[in-house]
């Protein structure tokens, strides 16, 4: 039985569509990424999986339940950790995670052994108020309540947003150690870096799945010649890389322009060509796709269609 089951689901609000016909399939036991910007759609589609949200048409599931006439059954067996933090700021540390155990019927001791890994790490702030901790604390206390109840399917939306580079490798690991305990994870994310990280990835961009597939097997079919550029002058390099017939897309990444050429031109002729448009310090070299390399070609190809 799949973990979430998704057919045809759509959801608009006023004139704006928020899903188009969004299809898919998680498995149980798997880490599923839904990668893409903010305004995409993440937060509607698991505000419709999480029984918060009725969608227009289509029909879902999770864990063979569906979310519109069981949704009292799916709301005692997933966890929901939403991407703005939403627990009780005046409550403390420990008296957030008691409540939400209560809720569920259960007790910090019954599963402890699912948060004990993350807990030890409050710990030693379990009397300070939710309020009062940092983001990445934040996100381990919001994890910890969202699976006090040891849930079936636990749904992440955006839980890195906003945290320190540390603390997200941290809970990435925390995620991976979920995993092996037969928990089903879907979690959203906008960064790129993250998605090599998952099972398989589903790429959403304005309400539509792009791609679904492993992160491994979408970069296998990028099948294009891909370069890095840098120069002096940034921005003038990119206007004229852009205005080269052989240059089929350029894109901004960080300290260098990525570039996908024709067969016809070579390196040499790239950097002869920008030396005549008065470049100075070019530097080409031929690179390996990223996850993001990936999403901006599908992007493009999509708006081309």
Request: some cysteine; charged content about 25%; proline content about 3%.
């Amino acid at each position: 039985m799949s973990a979430v089951s998704v057919k045809n689901i759509n959801k608009k609000y006023d004139r704006i569509i928020a899903l188009k016909d969004i299809s898919f399939e998680a498995n149980s036991g798997e880490i599923f990424g839904i990668i893409g910007p903010d305004g995409a759609g993440k937060t509607t589609l698991f505000r419709i999986l999480t029984t918060l949200l009725l969608a227009d048409s289509g029909k879902a599931t999770v864990d063979g339940k569906d979310v519109v006439e069981q949704y009292k059954q799916i709301r005692q067996e997933i966890g929901y950790m939403p991407g703005k933090f939403s627990l009780y700021q005046d409550l403390s540390v420990e008296e957030n995670l008691e409540f939400f155990a209560t809720i569920f019927n259960t007790s910090i001791q019954e599963n402890y052994y699912l948060i004990e890994d993350i807990y030890k790490q409050l710990e030693p702030f379990k009397k300070r108020k939710a309020g009062k901790l940092s983001g990445g604390m934040k996100q381990k206390l919001a994890l910890c309540c969202a699976l006090i109840h040891k849930p079936v399917v636990l749904f992440l939306d955006e839980p890195t947003t906003g945290v320190d580079p540390v603390s997200r490798k941290e809970f990435w690991e925390m995620l991976k150690k979920l995993k092996e305990q037969h928990i089903s994870i879907l979690v959203s994310t906008p960064y790129m870096d993250e998605a090599s990280l998952c099972d398989r990835i589903a790429f959403i961009q304005d309400g539509n799945f792009l791609k679904i597939d492993t992160p491994s097997g979408i970069i296998s079919q990028f099948g294009e010649k891909l370069w890095a550029v840098e120069a002096d002058n940034m921005y003038k390099l990119l206007l004229d890389l852009r205005n080269n017939k052989h240059i089929k897309t350029c894109f901004t990444f960080g300290e260098s322009h990525h570039i996908t050429v024709d067969n016809t031109l070579t390196m040499e002729e790239l950097k002869t060509y920008l030396s005549d448009k008065g470049h100075t310090g070019i530097q080409i070299r031929a690179i390996e796709p990223t996850i993001e390399d990936c999403f901006m070609q599908i992007t493009e190809k999509k708006q081309n269609e």
